[in-house]
């Protein structure tokens, strides 16, 4: 049977079709309300930005599922994990910090902030899946002690995993920085040749395993934790990794944590996508580069996998900017995500969450 994923474009010429309006009718056809129940602590799991971003979805818009959660009779809360690499958001006071200084605040959203795998990423839980890779993960504690979850994503392209949906929300999202590590693995290694000694790699790693000698980077592989923050900053891009060996396997971790992170909850976690600022870098850059297509719209559905393949097929049905990060693929039905980084395979997320039988690839597209 066809998942249904229910969309909402843009287009607005009275105060009925504005924003806000619309994510609340959203809410409503995707029938979110049936998936919280009266008393539930309801995350709503989004991201925050890095400090620096600006493309995260917008707390007005947040505060509009805040309601619709609270219309329930649920109690929510928004969240979010700590990171795994240096920045503002690698401890919940820097992270509660920077979700204020972006609008996070209760005053904006209606509801308190809560980091879920606490002060310093030690508040976890052992979830058991029994996969390939996995027959443990390990999940924020707060994710899973909450009995509700709205997953809220900003969909964007990532580089590693081709692009950041609902899925890679769950995985990375939902895990502190252990379970983090666990789905990376891959080690980076730098190109010395392209190495300009800039030091850019050096300033950014957590665990201090990248030094210079000489003016080139050098890399130490029993201190590297493979965050992959090297290769973001790298101007030159001097710093690669297996592309062939390690990345099909990095994207079935991923998918295996986002399977964990939802155990527990069948029938209780409810999926908005926002296809607005469809940048080439996820939101923990510290940057947002120009979208590489035009807005699209808001996408919903209790299905992760069929929102995720939606909005995959409606950014690549687009036109590429040209003046963007896009290289190539610009026409309309070309593989955007795969024109700005030929070596990943975002389809793959959706291939294996569908064997892992968290959703279905085949979904029907029902517009507001």
Known sequence: MKSTVWFASLRARSN??????KIRRLFDAAGFSSCIHKRDRTAIKLHFGERGSDAYISPVFVRQVVEKVKEAGALPFVTDTNTLYLGSRSNAVDHI?????????YAVIGAPVIIADGLCGKNVARVTIKKKHFKTVTIAGDIVAADSMIVMTHFKGHEVAGFGGALKNLAMGCAPPAGKRAQHQAKPFPIR??????????AVCPKSAITLVKKKSTFDPNLCIGCFECMTVCPSHAIDIDWETEIPLFTERLI????????????KVGYLSFLTRITPDCDCTPWSDASIVPDIGILASTDPVAIDAAACDLVNQQQGYAESFLSTHH???EDKFSGMRPNTDGKRQLQYAEELGMGSRNYKLVRL
């Open 16 to 21: 009925d079709e504005n924003t806000e309006a």
């Open 97 to 105: 910090t920077t979700a204020v200084l972006h609008g996070f605040d």
């Open 193 to 202: 040749a392209l190495c300009i000694g800039c030091g850019k790699c050096v």
């Open 256 to 267: 295996e944590y986002a399977y964990g992170a939802v155990q527990g909850k069948e029938g």
């Open 331 to 333: 026409p309309p039905g």
